[in-house]
T-cell receptor, first 114, second 114 residues
Framework: NAGVTQTPKFRVLKTGQSMTLLCAQDMNHEYMYWYRQDPGMGLRLIHYSVGEGTTAKGEVPDGYNVSRLKKQNFLLGLESAAPSQTSVYFC?????????????FGQGTRLTVV | DAKTTQPTSMDCAEGRAANLPCNHSTISGNEYVYWYRQIHSQGPQYIIHGLKNNETNEMASLIITEDRKSSTLILPHATLRDTAVYYCIVRVANLNSGYSTLTFGKGTMLLVSP
């Protein structure tokens, strides 16, 4: 099983450029999440989705947009990249919390904004 | 989510048991304790979770105190590959309270040495 797949794995952007990070899961999970991790820090939640067509803000949503047009995909967009968005981005998916099960994470996307 | 407190770092000799503590004194009755770990540069990996009973799986054991204000993750025979950051998280697993997500702190850096 592929689990959670993130595309791309690495990217370098210039300030002001835009890009979209793709997360795909093959476990039929309702919930999907985008986190960012900065050096020496834990993961911080950017946005999440509890089902197809729904999205919600997390702890650090500014500068990002998301879309969940298909259940298996969760896209994270940066409209105008800034150096402060240099980070490692992790996507995750899970069943709803009511089923009390674990979240599965992708291997991360390393983004550098210069 | 209830806040957790973990030591910044711990050392363990290869082959010995690693006991990682976590304090969650403000935990509520319906909040579960989850443990994840993150090996360098990889996505977090689920280890184990529990509510009030001790739990064991193929990776680890989770001991939760009777008052549920603290817990200990036990890796019975640590190997070099267990070197990672270990995160203790408490989370509501009830849809009636709204959409709860995993909130990561800084975790404990466990270094397993030969």
């Amino acid at each position: 099983n592929a689990g959670v797949t993130q595309t791309p794995k690495f990217r370098v952007l210039k300030t002001g450029q835009s890009m979209t990070l793709l997360c795909a899961q093959d476990m039929n999970h309702e919930y999907m999440y985008w986190y960012r991790q900065d050096p020496g820090m834990g993961l911080r939640l950017i946005h999440y989705s509890v089902g197809e067509g729904t999205t919600a803000k997390g702890e650090v949503p500014d500068g990002y947009n998301v879309s969940r047009l298909k259940k298996q995909n969760f896209l994270l967009g940066l409209e105008s990249a800034a150096p402060s968005q240099t980070s490692v981005y992790f996507c995750a998916s899970s069943y709803p919390q009511g089923r009390n099960t674990e979240a599965f994470f992708g291997q991360g996307t390393r983004l550098t904004v210069v | 989510d209830a806040k957790t407190t973990q030591p910044t770092s711990m050392d363990c000799a290869e082959g010995r048991a690693a006991n990682l503590p976590c304090n969650h004194s403000t935990i509520s009755g319906n909040e579960y304790v989850y443990w994840y770990r993150q090996i360098h540069s990889q996505g977090p990996q689920y280890i184990i979770h529990g509510l009030k009973n001790n739990e064991t799986n193929e990776m680890a054991s989770l001991i939760i105190t009777e008052d549920r204000k603290s817990s200990t993750l036990i890796l019975p025979h640590a190997t070099l590959r267990d070197t990672a950051v270990y995160y203790c998280i408490v989370r509501v697993a009830n849809l009636n309270s709204g959409y709860s997500t995993l909130t990561f702190g800084k975790g404990t850096m466990l270094l397993v040495s030969p």
